[in-house]
């Protein structure tokens, strides 16, 4: 077992993890930040993407050790301290981008970073950037809308519903 | 009707989903994020072999490392039940079904790679996992049987030794038309014959299953976490069958779940395990499935391979139809496995048409692969896929419009019995496929084309229809044709004291957005703000005994029970107004939250009518009892049948075989819309689910009975780039005659409808480019189109 610290959504955290622990289980194991999901095991479905250091991550892919010093933030720091949503969490309500919930964590946190990069892409740009997050319940319509939409693009030609 | 965008709240309004607070900010609660004092993990051996003798099981090297609290085997389950099957089907010679045992562990032998041998409970997952690697396993490999073909020959090895064969049963249905059907076959003037695999498919929710078990000694009291759809329906089958637990004594909680589409409807060795561990180590287990454990071990969907036929007359009217299907059930009967191909299949064989001779026969085989069952759709979709893609065929054949071969054939008259046993109350056939040609904008489809083949690719349109039935009922039917549970639904609602409410339902949400769209309907009759209502679901110590969620049920089920017990609500309330207000109950009208007494300035606020009901001074308390609770319990009196059209518009590349999407366009009719924001949003997921299994997904053994797919690296889950936006429209609507709401149901299909249209389409852009190719399975691959290119 071994000490690590990191800063997870402004705040110091640290633990003490096996070699072998995950990030992800590090941040819902130790830290119950229980926002970030684990839906595969071959580092495909994007549940669990996280930003350490400002750059989007597969949580289940990286050693809780690795990010030693690191700055990571999570879906459970997304919204403002009193708990308003920010314009990508909006956009995601405003256009019916979740059913079960259980992607949305790492589809927010994926947008979060494509539009930090690309600030008004592409309805063909978001899909492929998309491509390492699975959802099974919408059909990615409403989502690929919400991200339009949370760029600053209008949406309005598309399917009022 | 009013356009969506129109009504702001109450019933057709697209209200914003309340449960999505939580889940944008990473505050729901799913089992997995549910952790107990005292919590140990287990971790389940699984067997990596298909078929096979297990000679011996040596545990006590694992027992021995560190972190194992108990080591549990088939042997420690010998005494418990078996894992039950909720329906009997009856063969066509009228013998039941054969019904083998389905241990928690497995005992003896093992029958499909995935299926558990023995349990690890240990301090944390990890040292659960390395015990595991330290069991000593002895099994002498058995021969497999995986393709229902050879399971079904003479001498094929046998899955259970008990049993007389790998035939589970042999349905015909309807029995009584089958001389008559093969008879009109005999003198049709054209019949098109159809041979089609309906692919295995793997559910894949996203998040995987998990158990959590709990036992308190001091009150014998065991609560079972659990990924379930339906908590009442464990907790019955779990108790009642399994464990031998009396009800009074088992909580069962499904919280926040992460989708179902199915697979989270039934019964898993998982969860009964977890309860009878946490008894036995005296502290609450935990189990987590992997995505690969869940590959292995969530049941599967379809796997049908049949032979369909049509038989037309000179004129084109459909004169017959009839269906030859082996329907694989896997190693063991999963809880709904048996009713899938019957009673959810074969029913749904007329389609939108009036063919007057169906006959349906369904052999269910066992095999040495995961169980096989409910999958969204459960059996209409492979109904529909057969139906549409012969329809489809028969048009080529014949040289007619596949639009108008359709048309002349729909049922135009309601209600409408079918040869195959059930009335469709409403539909308008015409409306959907109108509605379609013009969402669809088939007008530009020739431009289109050409523009595709400017670029040297082929376009091809297909379109199908479909019908579901949705709410399986009533239960004294279902009863009849081998269903162990009835099949209501059931809602309480509870209004408090300052008049806001609580609805605890039976229904459970996993993504369909119960929380918000059930209390519109509440607040549409009431008349008070959807944020005054509620909805209490999923914990069996909270809720009245409903069914769960699942065949598109909840608000056609479990809604018509909300309205019932609203409707009782009013009532009551009614009375408490009349004596505030000194007047006739009869006289007292209730709008926008006020009770008025008609022709008259008196009227009472429904805040003060439910405080008088807790505060009950000035009260009829000779009359009335105080308080405002009312339960409902609702059986309907026949399925909905929601139905619509669909069209697919595909670019296929003839060099590489790659299919890609262009267009999706969806027409339905499910009665009236409560959301039409979320009703959207369940077509859109539905399609996607479609078009994976018509393109991407297969689950796939080898001869050995080996899983070849066994996670996302190698199953084809549909992706952001592999789909387009949709269009999708509501607008045409039969209400459902039966009841109080008028609803048909919208979560299946999206799923049942798609995949006719896309083969179609593709099959439509082949012979746009010269090839006559009649048919290919699904998932059409680049590999099995190109493939279909270069040998036509």
């Known amino acids: 077992m071994a000490q690590v610290k990191m800063t997870v959504n402004g705040k110091a955290a640290s633990g003490e993890v096996e070699g072998r622990t995950l990030l992800s289980s590090f941040l819902r194991d130790s830290l119950f930040l229980t926002g970030t999901h684990v839906g595969c095991d071959t580092s495909q479905c994007g549940a669990c993407v996280v930003h350490v250091d400002g750059v989007a991550v597969k949580s289940c892919t990286m050693l809780a050790a690795e990010a030693e010093g690191a700055e990571v933030s999570t879906i459970e720091g997304q919204a403002a301290p009193d708990g308003t949503l920010n314009t990508i969490q909006q956009a995601f309500q405003d256009h019916h981008g979740l059913q079960c919930g259980f992607c949305t964590p790492g589809m927010v946190m994926t947008t979060a970073a494509l539009l930090k990069d690309n600030p008004k892409p592409s309805e063909q740009e978001i899909r492929e950037h998309l491509e390492g997050n699975i959802c099974r319940c919408t059909g990615y319509h409403n989502i690929i809308k919400a991200i339009l939409a949370a760029s600053g693009q209008d949406v309005s030609a598309l399917a009022a519903e | 009707m009013p356009k969506d965008g129109d009504i702001k709240s109450g019933i057709g309004a697209s209200s914003k989903r309340r449960e999505d607070i939580r889940f944008l900010t990473g505050a729901g609660n799913y089992t997995d994020d549910m952790n107990m004092r005292g919590q140990a993990h287990v971790f389940f051996l699984r067997s990596d072999i298909a078929h096979g003798t297990i000679n011996s099981l040596d545990t006590s090297a694992a027992a021995a490392m560190p972190g194992v609290v108990q080591i549990f085997t088939g042997a420690e389950f010998e005494a418990v039940g078996s894992i039950p099957c909720g329906w009997e089907v009856t063969d066509k010679h009228g013998a039941p079904m054969q019904e083998p045992r389905h241990p928690v562990l497995a005992e003896g032998k093992v029958r499909h790679v995935g299926e558990p041998i023995a349990a690890v409970v240990a301090e944390s997952l990890a040292e659960a996992r390395d015990a595991a690697e330290a069991i000593v396993v002895d099994i002498s490999e058995l021969p497999a049987v995986v393709n229902m073909k050879d399971a079904l020959k003479d001498g094929a090895t046998k899955v259970h030794d008990d049993l007389t064969s790998n035939l589970c049963y042999d349905w015909g249905f309807v029995e009584e038309n089958k001389a008559a059907t093969d008879a009109a076959f005999e003198t049709a003037h054209h019949v098109t014959t159809l041979d089609l695999v309906n692919n295995r498919l793997v559910a894949n929710p996203m998040e995987p299953r998990v158990a959590l078990g709990d036992y308190s000694r001091a009150d014998d009291q065991h609560t079972l976490y659990t990924t379930s759809q339906n908590p009442h329906v464990i907790r019955l089958l779990m108790g009642a069958f399994v464990l031998g637990i009396p009800e009074h004594k088992l909580r069962v909680v499904a919280p926040d779940v992460g989708g179902g589409f199915g697979t989270k409807i039934f019964h898993y060795q998982e969860e009964a395990f977890c309860t009878f561990a946490a008894k036995a180590c005296n502290r609450p287990v935990k189990w987590t499935s992997s995505r690969s454990e869940a590959f292995m071990s969530d049941a599967h969907g379809r796997d049908h391979v049949t032979t369909i036929q049509l038989a037309l007359d000179k004129d084109n009217n459909f004169v017959a139809l009839r269906t030859d299907t082996q329907a694989n059930m896997g190693a063991y009967l999963s809880t709904f496995a048996s009713s899938v191909p019957t009673w959810l299949h074969g029913t749904l064989m007329a389609g939108n048409y009036k063919t007057p001779l169906i006959y349906v026969n369904v052999k269910a085989v066992f095999t040495n692969t995961v169980p096989v069952d409910a999958y969204r759709g459960a059996g209409r979709p492979e109904a529909t896929y057969q139906i549409e893609r012969v329809i489809d065929m028969a048009a080529r054949e014949l040289g007619v419009d596949p639009i108008d071969l359709r048309r002349q054939n729909y049922v135009t008259e309601f209600p409408y019995a079918t040869p195959v046993a059930v009335e469709y109350d409403t539909g308008d056939y015409h409306a959907t496929m109108d509605k379609l040609i013009e969402i669809g904008d088939f007008a530009g489809f020739d431009a289109r084309r050409k523009a595709s083949e400017a670029k040297g690719k082929w376009r091809g349109l297909g379109i199908n229809n479909y019908i579901e039935a949705c709410g399986i ?320």
Not at chain 2, 512 to 517: A, D, F, I, M, P
């Open chain 2, 473 to 792: 009922a009533p239960s004294n039917l279902v009863g009849q044709l081998g269903a162990r549970a009835g099949l209501y639904d059931a809602a309480t609602v509870r209004v408090n004291a300052t008049g806001s409410i609580s609805v605890m339902v039976g229904a459970h949400s996993h993504g369909q957005g119960h929380e918000t769209s059930f209390p519109q309907v509440v607040a549409e009759m009431i008349g008070i703000p959807e944020d005054q209502i509620d909805i209490v679901h999923g914990d069996t110590s909270k809720i009245p005994f409903g069914m769960g969620t699942y065949g598109s049920r909840s608000l056609a089920v479990c809604g018509s029970a909300m309205v019932r017990a609203t409707e009782k609500i009013i009532a009551k309330s009614k009375k408490i107004a009349a004596h505030l207000m000194e007047a006739s109950d009869m006289d007292v009208e209730l709008k926008d939250g006020v009770f008025s007494v008609a022709g008259t300035d008196k009227s009472v606020a429904w805040g003060d009518v439910t405080l008088a009901a807790y505060v009950p001074h000035n009260y009829p308390l000779e009359e009335i009892e105080p308080g405002l609770e009312e339960t409902a319990f609702y059986d309907p009196s026949n399925f909905t049948y929601p139905a619509g059209a669909y069209a697919c518009e595909v670019e296929v590349d003839p060099d590489t075989g790659k299919v890609t999407i262009e267009r999706f366009s969806a027409a339905d009719d499910f009665g009236n819309v409560i959301n039409p924001m979320i009703v959207s949003g369940q077509v859109h997921g539905g399609i996607a689910q479609g078009v994976g299994q018509a393109l991407l997904e297969g689950c796939s053994y080898d001869d050995n009975g080996q899983l070849l797919t066994g996670s996302y690296m190698d199953y084809a889950m549909p992706r952001a780039d592999d789909l387009p936006f949709y269009a999708v429209d509501h607008s045409c609507q039969t209400p459902c005659t039966h009841n109080p709401l008028g609803v048909k149901g919208c979560g299946e299909a999206g799923a049942i409808g798609s995949p006719p249209s896309v083969v179609n389409a593709v099959i439509d852009a082949l012979n746009s480019g010269g090839k006559k190719v009649a048919h290919i399975d699904m998932p059409l691959s680049p590999d099995r189109v190109w493939n279909a290119i270069n040998n036509a």
